[in-house]
């Protein structure tokens, strides 16, 4: 084992972690809140779509409602997943009317650029309406609760960016331009 390249590694590791933490003061003056994908996920979407967050974060499975728009009073729960693995976490027992998933690129994406990380990049949205999907996961006899397999074709369909797949929400430009600045 080479002392010297574990000490340079571990010095520029250090030196790393010390500029992501600066980052992260930053990013958490900005969201309010302490940095984490979830966290950004909902500050990003109630950015871009209208949606008002319930006061109390710690509530199950509802981060909110939708306050104009088509979905006018329908509750949703915000996910940002940093990779699209076509895992789904559900609470079964307390579902949202929607889940508004912001999705980084496909596995094979990253795999194409080389990347070990999970870069934090909205690559999709989606928008499931949670009783159809719990009811296709039941016909299909597969387990409702964290990481529950989704089938493609149901991602696909409820892709509303960049694809207009889900015609229950269309983008307007604006909304568009706003996801634009994190791919």
């Not at 008002?52 to 509802?62: F, V, Y």
């Not at 499931?128 to 387990?143: I, Q």
Request: proline share 7%; glycine share 4%; hydrophobic share 45%.
């Amino acid at each position: 084992m080479d002392v010297n390249a574990d000490t340079d590694a571990l010095q520029k590791l250090a030196a790393l972690i010390q500029r992501r933490n600066e980052l992260e003061k930053e990013i958490s003056a900005i969201i309010q809140r302490p940095v984490a994908l979830s966290s950004l996920g909902e500050y990003i979407a109630t950015r871009i779509f209208p949606i008002r967050l319930i006061k109390n974060a710690a509530h199950t499975a509802i981060d909110g409602y939708f306050y104009a728009g088509p979905l006018t009073s329908c509750s949703v729960n915000i996910k940002w997943y940093a990779m699209r693995e076509g895992n789904l976490d559900i609470t079964p027992g307390f579902l949202p009317d929607y889940y508004l998933i912001l999705a980084g690129p496909l596995p094979s994406m990253t795999a194409q650029l080389g990347l070990r990380s999970r870069p934090w990049l909205i690559a999709s949205v989606h928008l499931f309406d949670a009783c159809a999907l719990v009811d296709d996961l039941a016909e299909r006899g597969l387990k409702v609760g964290p990481a529950s397999s989704v089938r493609r074709e149901l991602w696909d369909a409820a892709e509303i960016y960049p694809r207009p797949c889900n015609p229950l929400y269309p983008l307007n430009d604006e909304q568009r331009r706003l996801l634009e600045l994190f791919k």
